[in-house]
């Protein structure tokens, strides 16, 4: 048995009558006699450039140019409307879909009024061409609308395309200024340098972000530059903050002067770190014995030395290029591991201020050591914020996650 799909429903067997359908028609009928001349393969390149600022999606934007290459270029000029007739299972086999895929891809162009409809007496979709290849007669789906929309369409194109433009240098700037604020974090994490000002740092170029990207999926142009135009004062706050902070005559260019001259690098190694001091750090602030951690809630204490925590957390000694390491050793190894596991710049500057250089270390090797046990959840980044949200709540306990490691097997 064979069916012959037709376009007609209802109770008179004819396309139920619209709003939507009654709007194109009327628009058609105005504005017909006035639409210009439109170059068919121009449509392609405009609707390419229009989908996204009119909602058209890419399967109904590839039936639709489909359906062009059903049409020929003289059907846009003069007093010509390019109609197509293919049958919806004409164009499924072209789309590679099924016939009600087609059905609801043609219900979203005449949605986007794009296309409307020709119906003939029968239903079905036929048409003829004279010799020349002018329309004689042609019933199915008339793609006049693309052609009196023609100039909207390709203002949407272009508005698009500035957009897409302005969006990418953008992007480019935001980067660049993420950049000198990590870099900046950097050292004054290093320097062991601490307070909400650095902070501030961090949160202001992530609200210039967070900004643009409202405003990039809207599309709202307007917007987002007003975002990126917050870009120069974060960028003068940050060369502030150093200035203040950081070269404030109490301090050189690696922190206070009886500190250890740290080199910074982006991405830095064991080897790539040089440490010059004319005596020992660790002798220098008498910090060779116990962890000096936050209280513990659990009023457990932990005694512990550096060459202990190396044994405890093998993950940790990859980092450690001594023998006989150091709690200073230990906060190098941690502020580069934690690069390693992608924690942020600014939730480790908080770490140490919540924690103190020794709590912050401690928490990276715990972070490392259980992700390298495969027992977090999400990612050590995640892991660490969270530990110093609990910090700051005053329910983390690292001395008893320190019992814990102590009384467990290393890992293997």
């Known amino acids: 048995m064979s069916y012959t799909q037709t376009a007609f429903t209802g109770r008179t067997g004819a396309r139920p009558i619209s ?5 194109i028609e009327r628009e058609l009928a105005a504005r017909m006699e006035t639409a210009g001349d439109v170059d068919r393969n121009d449509l392609y390149r405009i609707l390419d450039g229009a989908k996204t600022a009119i909602g058209l999606s890419a399967s109904a934007l590839e039936t639709l140019k489909h359906l062009i290459g059903y049409t020929r270029p003289d059907d846009y000029k003069g007093d010509a409307r390019p109609i197509a007739w293919p049958s919806n299972y004409t164009l499924a086999e ?17 949605a986007l009024a794009l296309v409307t409809m020709r119906d003939a007496a029968h239903g079905r979709r036929r048409g003829q061409r004279s010799d020349t290849g002018e329309i004689i007669s042609a019933y199915g789906i008339d793609l006049s609308p693309l052609r009196v929309r023609f100039q909207e369409l390709k203002a949407a194109a272009e508005a ?6 302005m969006d990418k240098l953008g992007r480019q700037e935001i980067a660049r200024v993420r950049r000198m604020v990590a ?48 870009l120069p004062a974060v960028e003068a706050e940050i060369g502030r903050t150093i200035d203040e902070f950081m070269f404030n005559g109490k301090t050189d260019g690696s922190g206070s002067k009886s500190s250890p001259f740290i080199h910074i690098q982006t991405n830095p190694s064991p ?82 201020d919540q924690l103190g250089a020794d709590g912050a270390s401690i928490a990276v090797m715990i972070t490392a050591e259980r992700d390298a046990r495969n027992e977090i959840r999400l990612t050590p980044g995640a892991y660490f914020a969270g530990m110093v949200t609990r910090a700051h709540r005053g329910e983390l306990d690292l001395s008893k996650s320190l019992w814990g490691f102590r009384t467990s097997p290393a890992l293997q």
């Open 160 to 165: 698009h395309s500035a957009f897409s433009r």
């Open 271 to 352: 080897k790539s770190v040089q440490v010059l001091r004319d005596c020992s750090f660790d002798r220098e602030d008498g910090h060779n014995g116990e962890a000096e951690l936050p209280a513990s809630p659990s009023k457990s204490d932990f005694k512990t030395s550096p060459r202990e925590l190396v044994e405890m957390f093998p993950t940790t000694a990859m980092y450690v290029d001594r023998d006989r390491p150091g709690w200073t050793d230990l906060h190098r190894a941690a502020a580069r591991l934690r690069n390693d596991l992608g924690i942020r710049t600014g939730t480790w500057v908080d770490a140490l």
């Open 183 to 230: 870099q900046a974090l950097a050292q004054a994490a290093d320097m062991r340098l601490t307070g909400s000002h650095w902070i501030a740092l961090q949160d202001a170029i992530d609200k210039i972000a967070q900004q643009a990207a409202a405003a990039r999926t809207s599309r709202d142009a307007t917007a987002y530059e007003a975002a990126i135009a917050g």
């Open 94 to 110: 072209l789309a590679g879909v099924t016939e009600s895929a087609i059905k609801a891809r043609l219900r979203q162009l005449r």
């Open 19 to 23: 709003a939507l359908t009654r709007h």
